[in-house]
């Protein structure tokens, strides 16, 4: 098996989460990239699983200091990923997966053009919207910035190698995991 970037992007609430956690279920051998965020943790979310929850100004540390090989503002927030064990894994030769939003996609696929870019699609906009409410983790705002942000990065999904809608979770997996297992 040989080490590949798997980047895994989509509008918020269309079922990245979801897919990624019963992928990962079947593939133990798959490393997860946890990202920084200054986000503050939702009900559930674990520092140092989910993310890594920094504040602004540790966060802008860390983007002096080269820490992180991508980064972005989303809805307000600052996202990244750690560079570190990015460089760990590929250099084990081992398969990363990194679930980030577009701007961060575009950043990745400069510095690593071989990486598998896969973007995740909803049936439509309503049912994106659907999903996210029913959640339930986000205010009201948060919610119409994120369905704003969605129509943006839906545009730009073509760009991505692969698309797969996720109306049927099940064969949504099912695609994904063939990806993914086909680059190993
Ligand atoms: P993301 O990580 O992309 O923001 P989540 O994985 O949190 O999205 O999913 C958003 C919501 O949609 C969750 O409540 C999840 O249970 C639900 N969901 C995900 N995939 C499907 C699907 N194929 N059909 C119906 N609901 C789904
Ligand atoms: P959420 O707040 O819903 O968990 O994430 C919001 C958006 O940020 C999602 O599109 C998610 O993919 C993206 N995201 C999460 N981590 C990172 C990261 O490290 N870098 C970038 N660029 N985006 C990220």
């Known amino acids: 098996m040989t080490g590949r970037l798997i980047v895994l992007t989509g ?4 079922g990245k989460g979801t897919l990624l956690k019963a992928l990962l279920a079947n593939h133990p051998e798959l490393y997860l990239s ?10 559930g979310e674990v520092d140092g699983v989910h993310y890594y ?8 540390v860390a983007i002096a200091a080269g820490a992180l090989l991508e980064w972005a503002e989303f809805a307000g927030n600052y996202y990244g990923t750690p560079i570190e064990p990015v460089q760990a894994q ?26 598998l870019r896969i973007f995740i699609l909803p049936p439509d906009l ?4 659907a999903r996210i409410r029913e959640r339930g983790t986000e205010t009201s705002e948060a919610i119409d910035r994120r369905l704003e942000q ?13 698309q797969i809608v996720n109306d049927d979770l099940q064969i949504a997996l099912a695609e994904l ?4 297992t086909n680059a190993e």
Do not use: C, H, M, W
């Not at 309503?126 to 919207?129: D, K, N, Q």
């Not at 995991?177 to 993914?180: D, R, S, T, Y």
């Open 150 to 162: 969605a129509k943006v990065e839906i545009a730009a999904g073509n760009e991505f190698d692969y």
């Open 177 to 180: 995991e063939k990806l993914v």
């Open 126 to 129: 309503a049912t994106l919207e």
């Open 90 to 115: 590929l250099a084990l030769d081992r398969s990363i997966v990194l679930e980030i939003e577009l701007a961060g996609a575009r950043q990745v696929a400069k510095i690593f053009p071989d990486a």
């Open 11 to 14: 509008p918020s609430g269309v």
């Open 34 to 43: 946890v990202s920084a965020t200054t986000i503050a943790p939702r009900a």
């Open 53 to 60: 929850f920094y504040d602004r100004d540790r966060f802008e």
